[in-house]
């Protein structure tokens, strides 16, 4: 296996995609430890730890530790793995975007692509409001105002937006499937 990996480091090329990865994760990690202001992360967290064993364990689980924490990327890629199952779902339902995936050609894979996008943003934008509203109705916010609100969703709909487009450069620009990879580092 270190054979493998020295032969791997030699090639420029796949040295390039290998450092690329690593600096998105390096990123990745480093949005996972910055959190949202005008939230009490102690009680956040013990919060949620008396919720383990429920959905929101599981949701935790799969953020890296990061919805505890109340981190910019705390919805993680949940949002766009949900709206990738939903448009494939309707895929099937819909004749048109049937259609556009089956006889769109690379065209079509796109427009496909980009509705994901779209979908993703809503599901962030539903799913942020969420987490805002368990936070303010277990007393977790520091801050519960307008401004407040609109600061700490709009900083999970973009940290999660950002996390989407980084899983799609790595998956460009670096090695093997990026949404994948940042769930694994999650």
Do not use: C, H
Not at 71 to 85: D, E, H, K, M, R
Request: avoid cysteine.
């Amino acid at each position: 296996m270190i054979q493998t990996i020295k032969k791997a480091w030699g090639i420029p090329e796949l040295r390039k995609k290998i450092v690329f990865t690593a600096l998105i994760l390096l990123i990745f990690r480093i949005g996972n430890a910055i959190p949202v202001p005008w939230v009490d992360t102690k009680m956040l967290s013990e919060y949620l730890s008396a919720m383990s064993t429920t959905v929101l364990g599981l949701y935790d689980v799969m953020s890296g530790g990061a919805f505890a924490s109340a981190t910019i990327f705390a919805l993680g890629v949940q949002p766009y793995i949900n709206s990738s199952i939903i448009i494939q779902l309707l895929t099937i339902a819909i004749p048109p975007l049937e259609r556009l995936a089956r006889e769109g050609g690379e065209e079509g894979k796109k427009k496909i692509q980009s509705i994901t996008r779209y979908a993703t943003v809503a599901i962030a934008i539903l799913q942020g409001w969420g987490y805002y509203a368990l936070m303010k109705s277990g007393n977790i916010l520091t801050s519960t105002g307008f401004w407040a609100a609109l600061v700490i969703i709009v900083s999970f709909i973009a940290g999660s937006s950002f996390v989407m487009w980084m899983g799609e450069q790595i998956t460009e620009f670096g090695i093997g499937n990026g949404i994948s990879i940042i769930l694994f580092a999650g």
